[in-house]
């Protein structure tokens, strides 16, 4: 069962890249872009804010990403998810399992990250945004965090939809990158 809904997936990546040939839309690290505190979002509640009036689905995806961090980095749990689709049919995929429904994965950051010194300051870069369609579209990525001890990271695979009230993660795939080995003494 697991090994067909791999397959399926991946013709629905190969799909994607038939019918957008141009591939994923690589964004520079600092894209211009206004933060969403630039924008004027200074509390972030149970909504994500809005991006820029015309903005195009990239734009808007790598608003909401950065609206997600800074919610992140001020310890603020519940205005991360407000960029995950409210809906038992959100999943999270891990090296613990697969999370799903939105309060799963919610509970799953509440238990991993319970305070500010376990969250650390989070950042997202390498992103590469595939439309996948008008609504729809696959974003890749690496996330740091950078905390008191440790400084963990690793990549991202997301599915995000469309729908009126924005852009929302449908699907999140995240994996951790193996801490760096240890230098070897030189004789």
Same mark, same amino acid.
């Given at each position: 069962?697991?090994?067909a809904r791999y397959v399926v997936a991946l013709l629905i990546l190969g799909l994607a890249v038939l019918l957008f040939p141009s591939g994923p839309v690589k964004i520079p690290p600092r894209a211009n872009l206004p933060s969403p505190q630039d924008a004027g979002v200074t509390a972030w509640k149970k909504d994500v804010p809005a991006p820029p009036q015309d903005a195009e689905p990239e734009t808007?995806?790598?608003f909401l990403l950065r609206s997600?961090? %800074?919610?992140?980095?001020?310890? *603020? $749990? %519940?205005?991360?998810?407000?960029?995950?689709?409210?809906? *038992?049919?959100?999943?999270f995929a891990g090296s613990s399992g697969v999370s799903r429904g939105w309060e799963a994965v919610h509970d799953r950051y509440r238990r991993n990250?319970?305070?500010?010194?376990?969250?650390?300051?989070?950042t997202f870069t390498e992103l590469e945004v595939t439309p996948l369609g008008p609504d729809a579209a696959? $974003?890749?990525?690496?996330?740091q965090l950078k905390r008191q001890n440790d400084e963990p990271g690793g990549f991202f695979t997301l599915v995000s939809r469309r729908f009126p009230e924005g852009w929302r993660i449908i699907? *999140?795939?995240t994996s951790a990158s193996a801490p760096?080995?240890?230098?070897r003494a030189r004789n």
């Open positions: 069962m697991k090994a808007s995806l790598v997600q961090a %800074e919610a992140w980095n001020r310890g *603020d $749990i %519940e205005g991360f998810m407000a960029g995950y689709w409210k809906s *038992d049919k959100t999943t990250y319970p305070d500010r010194a376990a969250m650390g300051q989070l696959l $974003i890749l990525g690496h996330w699907h *999140d795939h760096p080995a240890p230098a």
